[in-house]
């Protein structure tokens, strides 16, 4: 089993997040993230969608994705080809002897403190999948008390 | 124009003549546009909405056109689901017109109102709520776009039904088709000429795409041997010597000799589902495989063949014959299977009719016995498997061919699910003659009782007391006994010259 990543443009539609979703559902391919957004045109959404599985599974999720009318484009994004990106919010247990602490380890992964409270820290933190699994490691030994993803979004890099 | 008349216009520049439904409040308005436009569109009744829309599925699969079914909102569109997933199922192109609550009613539970583009998701090429009637046109001729190119399928159009009385100008917009994707048959055609032995594999794809004829031609020239999934009954003539038999569910000798001799498996406009599987992973465990579909994602989905080509089957085989080299190949003899004899008397009585057949042992034996020669004469619901399916669709296809004989084959139990719709074919003094092959039980349940689970029967006889030849007369039809030979044949004969629909009851112990 390999993680795929798909960009797939579809319509801008109502509904359409529930057809690609329940395509992914009814033929039980695992979906371990999707995040969706508008596009430069108004009319087209971007979908990223990261999953498990095989060459096969891969090939056969293009192909049926590609016969839902409300989908435009699919590709697969290769991790030496795009740039990917995920955004958390990490709530860490903060007390007064810890903040500092916390705070410089956070400056290292460039994660920006946005709310501070006299028992916590959110800290808002983006990378690739390997950045964000240090930090949450790290922040582990103070108490992560929540955390919220967006999930993974790529993009193709620029032709060299 | 109002968005009712905008609707029938649609249909009307689609060249739909013949529309199937059932009215309801959210469609009254539609039905008083559907009124005023009787002359161009008939539309017709049944007892229930799911065999309206079995019916035009009937329809569509018998003429090749796109059905066009009308349910109203609520429990009127989710008793289509079951018709809607069997056209799905078979790739049968339709379009389904579903009236909702109006807009401002949408989302609150309001009365009869369902998610029907929700709950149709999954069993629809594509669906859609329309929101204004601007958007009304472009909807409905996208829809029948949709439903009748590429691989075909249902298309659901949702109307809130407010939509139906507003007003906006009918543009005469085109929905074009897309163009298809150019393919390349030198690596098919290469492995049909290394091959000594193929063995060709016809399905649905090749009545769709109405590439009878060249199947043929391209069957005798390169003299293989040919199989039909039931889908596919029609597609190959029954009686030509290349023609083995059905595969799937219990194949016949021949056809296994055929397919285990074979070194190249061409699987024209089939899907490699899981009851042919069964006989291809154990006849054919070397011969190469050749797919051609038009659906991209059917190719590698249930089997990696050696090579493929996505493409429509006419367009394929066009270009493949030209590149193909005749060759001549001993073809295995088959032996007559002795047939039952409601068959024999069918074949010989009415060889030129169209089938339709309901599901279950009935429905096999209807796919092994009955002569088929052309496309398009023999309806059964394939993929879904709907018990229900056979008289709905009778009717439908006896509407579309006043002239032909349409026959529905049926057992008992099939025929208690379906049997209201004799008041339907009455209503419209359709001859269909109802063949029940009646053995007062689920023959297949029993059948999978006997085998799996060690004859333990249980809920496998249907215990009804029902007076099918009464009933007949009280719906208005002709009833007969067909339980002897002799019996049958008179009952057939006399369905010669009728003008309502024969009921023909046929006690047997087995078939």
Partial sequence: MKKYILSVFV????????????????RGYNIKSLTVGETQDAEISRMTIEFFGDEKTLAQIQSQLMKVEDVKEVFELEACRSVRRELYLVKVAATDESRSAIVQLADIFRAKAVDVSPKSIVFEITGDEEKLEAFLMIMKEYGILDTARTGITAISRGER | MHGADILVQCLIDAGVNTVFGYPGTGVLSLYDALRRNKKRVKHYMCTHEQYCAHAADGYARSTGKTGVVIATSGPGSTNLVTGIANAYMDSVPMVIITGNVSLDMLGRDSFQEIDIAGVTMPVTKHNYIVKSVDALEKTVKDAFRIASSGRKGPVLVDVPRNIFDEKCEYTGYEAVKPKAADFDVSCAAEAINESKRPFVCAGGGVISSEAAGELFDFVNKISAHVALTAMGKGAFPSN???????????????????????????????????????????????????????????????????????????EVLKSLIPRVNAKTVELTQKNNAKKHYIFSALNEMYGSAVYTTEVGVHQMEACNQLETLKPRMFLTSGGLGTM?????????????YPDKRVINIAGDGSYNMNLHETATAVKYSLPIIQVIINDGKLAMIEQMQDARYGRRRFESKTNVKTDYVALAKAFGAKGFDGSTEKSFRKALAYAKTSRLPVVIDCRVTTI
Avoid: W
């Avoid at chain 2, 154990?282 to 190719?299: F, V």
């Fill in chain 2, 240 to 314: 030509d010597i290349h023609f083995m038999g059905l595969v799937g569910l219990n194949p016949n000798e021949a056809t296994l000799e055929a397919l285990s001799s074979c070194d190249l498996f061409i699987g024209i406009g089939i899907r490699f589902s899981e009851r042919l599987m069964l006989n291809v992973k154990k006849y054919l465990p070397y011969a190469k495989i050749l797919h051609i579909d038009i659906d991209r994602a059917e190719i590698g989905k249930n089997i990696d063949a050696c090579s493929y080509i996505v493409g429509d089957a006419r």
């Fill in chain 1, 11 to 26: 319509n801008n539609h109502f509904g359409v997040l529930t057809r690609i979703s329940g395509l992914f559902a009814r």
């Fill in chain 2, 388 to 400: 229900g399916f056979g008289l709905a669709a009778a009717i439908g296809a006896q509407i579309a």
